[in-house]
């Protein structure tokens, strides 16, 4: 690589976009570009790769990269990041220093500078991470209901589901979901919907889209939405709550750093509720929204890897934050946004 050198690259990616920015070592936004969702988990690992290469080459160009950091949903287990590290092992850029972790870790980093804190993010899933100024942290294995997770919108939409059949054949209450079911997903009822996520011909992640059919009917009023709503807020609270108290860190006030899809859709029946139950459990730690894209905080972990100034991440917060709130929503942008400050 050669033009340009000395560039620091960071990937956020997620169930639903990745984000990718190239930036000089002084801090200086040079390229963003978002692409469709790298989680492993959702679009296997050679898909995952072949999405953050294609991000990495895109925002790179041909100019050297000194450093890579990867930040990716679903990378929960050491294995999997040994996995991972070794699909990427063959690439050029892979033989700059690089550094594969959890998308966690940018979340956390984007949300708050303090050294005790927690993230929890609920947005295709659910997950969350604390750490202690000593280096000490929580993590979760996060893989679904075998693990004891519970929610994000993929969660959201199949519990919405699954009372809907209960209303339709009677062993359940009769609930709204069961219409507005329908009629977001364009089927005839909710029976037909069940046959075609059985014999395959929709796709099983369609339900994720079905959180805001939640908030909306809970907001309408319906006994049961309002009970899921409920139950999301409670299995956010839990992971904040166990984060807390793995690292001894009650009675601290430390930032809970809110983040995610589900967390930004601002359901006000969703963040009251995390709201109370965390000021019961936790009356100390307070709650910080944070709003933004988590590319931020890829972007200050890479440059703090590669040994950029103070200045310098406060330069990279501000443009790489201005380039992303100018995207609005979750769908992938195929054009490539460059920048200099």
């Known amino acids: 690589m050669g033009a340009m050198s000395g ?24 390229a963003h570009r978002r692409g469709q969702g790298s989680s492993p988990h959702f679009e296997g690992l050679a898909t995952s790769v072949e999405v953050v290469d294609g991000l990495v080459r895109a925002v ?50 984007a949300g708050t500078d303090e050294r005790d804190a927690v993230a929890v993010v609920c947005g295709t899933g659910v997950n969350a991470i604390g750490v202690r100024a000593d ?21 959201l939409g199949e519990q919405a589901v699954w009372h809907a059949a209960r209303d339709v054949d009677g062993r359940g209450p ?46 309408a009023g319906d006994a049961v939405a309002r009970q899921l709503v409920d139950r999301q807020a409670e299995e956010i609270v839990a992971f904040a709550r166990a984060c807390i108290t793995r690292l001894g860190l009650h009675g601290r006030a430390i930032p809970v750093v809110l983040g995610g899809g589900i967390i930004r859709s601002g359901d006000e029946r969703l963040l009251e509720g995390i709201a109370a139950r965390l000021a019961a459990a936790a009356p100390a730690a307070r709650i910080e929204i944070f709003d933004g894209a988590p590319i931020v905080g890829a972007a200050l972990l890479a440059l703090g890897r590669a040994g950029a100034t103070a200045d310098a991440l406060l330069r990279a917060r501000e443009a790489v934050a201005a380039v992303t709130a100018a995207m609005h929503g979750d769908a992938p942008l195929p054009a490539v946004t460059s920048a200099s400050a």
């Open 7 to 30: 560039l620091v690259v960071a990937v956020d990616g997620g169930g639903s976009k990745t984000d990718a920015v190239a930036l000089t070592l002084e801090g200086e936004l040079v």
């Open 174 to 219: 009769r609930t709204a979901l069961t219409a507005a079911i329908a009629e977001r997903l364009g089927v005839p009822s909710v029976t037909a919907l069940i046959e075609e996520l059985h014999f395959g011909t929709r796709n099983g992640t369609d339900l994720a889209g079905l959180a805001p059919v939640v908030f909306e009917t809970a907001r």
């Open 135 to 155: 280096g000490a942290d929580a993590r979760f294995p996060a893989l679904g209901p075998i693990s004891g997770d519970w929610g994000g919108g993929s969660g």
């Open 60 to 109: 790179a160009g041909d100019a050297e990269i000194i450093q890579v950091d990867l930040y990716l949903s679903a990378l929960d287990l050491p294995i999997e990041v040994e996995r991972y590290l070794a699909a990427i092992a063959g690439l050029d850029w892979a033989s700059a220093p690089h550094f594969v972790g959890n998308d966690l870790y940018a979340l956390l980093r």
